[in-house]
């Protein structure tokens, strides 16, 4: 958001934004709203301020950004600035601003405030005019902006000054949306976009997250979509794995997107050897797509860093529960993993034995093969009676 404290521009701004600027009515409002909230650089009652250093993607010789982070609160609950460069300029003739950049407790884009005088400068040391302060707004806001994965040296002008602009780039644009940058800005929405999504936003997930219980975390893991992935994330950090809390985590299982299915698992992947097997199972035993091909890497991982980590035990629950399973992938996982685990257990066996009989022909083939490796079972008669009936399928 601008923030000016000239009246005139201010009433110039809404004008545009009423008359001019083709942008959806509900976009508007919450512009208009949010630039008719303050006048200039507002004074906040600071609760906490520490000071924080971070790596910075558009940072020109790599040292790292020493900053001031403040804690403040609006109707009781915290937000976050910190002043800032406007811009790292790649080629050193960039006009350089302090701007102050606000999130919220999740540690989110908030607000780009900017002081009384402050206009940011684009290509040809042209000021920005409304539209690209809008557009900076949404594209400060847009968490998966491809500008993520740019590297600074993309954005160094290979052609002429005159052609590119003074913030300008060249051989980046096949690798950037344009919804993503400002033309002639790149060096800025680069800079500034680093800030916001960069390594700070998860010092504030960490800093706020002191200001709640797990018992309050573990309440929130039910809310938004923003407030379930804080609060798994968070859940993780304190190792907070008591029975209360997981049978919590599992009550999302059965009705959670992939997105939520990948909260769940990182949050599964930190837990502690003592629960990691039982939890892990209760999630396999879900009919939730998303999440048991997850569950099945996050297993196949686990034992390949460490092979002793899931007993047998675990591998006799795991082949009950994939007996059930219809989509051939997840059988294919589940052989994986035990062939990785090397063991030989008769339980197992017996259990795989009996999913040669599945409707499914390629999963009933591939237990077949994965059954072909212990020589035991070469006189066994399911396996002679399989191959007798499929052996022109084999």
């Not at 929405?189 to 700070?200: A, F, R």
């Not at 936003?201 to 809310?223: D, F, H, K, P, W």
């Not at 390629?362 to 007798?388: G, T």
Request: charged share 20%; net charge negative; aromatic share 10%.
């Amino acid at each position: 958001m601008l923030l000016q404290s000239n009246a005139c521009f201010t009433k110039v701004i809404r004008v545009l934004i009423l008359v001019t600027l083709v942008v959806s009515v509900s976009s508007q409002a919450n512009f208009l709203a949010r630039l008719n909230s303050q006048a200039s650089l507002v004074k906040h009652d600071i609760s906490k301020t520490i000071k924080v250093e971070f790596s910075h993607k558009a940072s020109v010789d790599d040292d790292l950004v020493k900053a001031k982070l403040h804690e403040y609160q609006i109707d009781d609950v915290n937000f976050y600035y910190m002043d800032v460069k406007s811009v790292f300029c790649g080629e050193n003739i960039c006009k350089v601003d302090k701007v102050r950049l606000h999130w919220d407790q999740f540690g989110h884009y908030h607000e780009l405030e900017l002081g009384t005088g402050i206009k940011l400068e684009k290509g040809n040391a042209l000021d920005f005019e409304l539209e690209d302060y809008i557009k900076l707004d949404q594209i400060l806001a847009n968490k998966n902006s491809t500008l993520s994965s740019l590297e600074k040296f993309e954005l160094v002008t290979t052609g002429s000054t005159e052609s590119a602009g003074i913030d300008g780039f060249s051989g980046a644009t096949t690798y950037i949306k344009n919804e993503d940058y400002i033309k002639g800005a790149i060096w800025t929405c680069y800079t500034l976009w680093h800030y916001v999504n960069g390594p700070v936003s998860q010092i504030i997930r960490n800093m706020s997250a002191e200001s709640y219980s797990v018992n309050e975390l573990t309440q929130m893991s039910t809310g938004s979509w923003i407030e379930q992935h804080y609060a798994l994330e968070q859940l993780s950090a304190k190792q907070s794995y008591d029975a209360k809390t997981i049978e919590k985590v599992l009550s999302l299982v059965s009705n959670a997107n992939l997105e939520l299915s990948q909260a769940i698992i990182s949050y599964v992947k930190a837990a502690p050897k003592r629960v990691l097997s039982s939890t892990i199972i209760e999630i396999l035993s879900s009919e939730n797509s998303h999440i048991v091909g997850l569950a099945l890497n996050l297993v196949k991982d686990k034992s390949r860093q460490d092979p002793l980590i899931f007993n047998a035990e675990f591998y006799q629950e795991l082949v009950k529960v994939a007996a059930s399973f219809k989509h051939y992938p997840y059988v294919h996982q589940t052989l994986s993993i035990l062939q990785q685990s090397n063991l030989q257990n008769s339980s197992i066996q017996a259990r795989l034995l009996t999913m040669l009989e599945s409707d499914n022909f390629m999963i009933a083939r591939a237990v077949y093969w994965h059954l072909l490796e212990f020589s035991e079972l070469n006189s066994n008669k399911m396996m002679q009676s399989f191959y007798q009936f499929n052996q022109d399928r084999l």
